[in-house]
Structures are given as structure tokens and as C-alpha cells.
């Protein structure tokens, strides 16, 4: 079973910054292909950010040039690094890992966008 602890979210004003972070509680994180997804009220959980055990990165068009995903293999954590943030941006963001086709998520963090 895998654990995955997310954290970082919170308040910020548009055009801000936060970095969310997510932890797991596995050795062997280096074989998990991790992503960060959001769910806004009333709208679908949306892909926001993946990135491959190979370090391979990709993104939802309406965060390109904004967000950044990376890992740390030995701190086993995925960062979402969010830059120039924007109303729209509002969501519970969560954490997920496939490890061979198994899905783990993580309980999710708020992140509100707010004047």
C-alpha cells in the first residue's frame, strides 16, 4: 500500500506563487509515474501535470508556462512548483501515482485564488 501526503496549498492573490508538495511513503518511488490533478466546484478532476519515471514531463494547456513538476527520487516527493497564479486556478489539487497500473491518490490539498 502506498501513502501519498500532500501539502503547500493555501491562499494566495493572483499573480502569486506556491509550491505544493507530495510525499510518499514507498522505497521504491523511482517506479511510480507521478501527476498532479485538480477538481474546481462543479467541474471534472482535470489532468494538471505528469511526469514519467524517466523525468519526462507534460501539462494541461492552461498551465504551460506557469506550473513546474519535478521529483527528488531520494526524498521520494513530487513538487508542483505554480507560478502567476489566476482565479481559475481555484481547486482541491491532488497527488497521484500508477505504479504498474495501480492508482494511488493522495487526500488532496486547497488551493484558492483569491483578491
Known amino acids: 500500500q502506498v501513502q501519498l501526503v500532500e501539502s503547500g496549498g493555501g491562499l494566495v492573490q493572483p499573480g502569486g506563487s506556491l509550491r505544493l508538495s507530495c510525499a510518499a511513503s514507498?522505497?521504491?518511488?523511482?517506479?511510480?509515474?507521478m501527476a498532479w490533478y485538480r477538481q474546481a466546484p462543479g467541474k471534472q478532476r482535470e489532468l494538471v501535470a505528469r511526469i514519467t519515471t524517466f523525468g519526462s514531463t507534460n501539462y494541461v494547456d492552461s498551465v504551460k508556462g506557469r506550473f513546474t513538476i519535478s521529483k527528488d527520487n531520494t526524498k521520494a516527493t513530487v513538487y508542483l512548483q505554480m507560478n502567476s497564479l489566476k482565479f481559475e486556478d481555484t481547486a482541491v489539487y491532488y497527488c497521484?501515482?500508477?505504479?504498474?497500473?495501480?492508482?494511488?491518490w493522495g487526500q488532496g490539498t486547497q488551493v484558492t485564488v483569491t483578491s
Open positions: 514507498r522505497s521504491i518511488f523511482s517506479l511510480y509515474n
Open positions: 497521484y501515482a500508477d505504479l504498474g497500473g495501480v492508482d494511488y
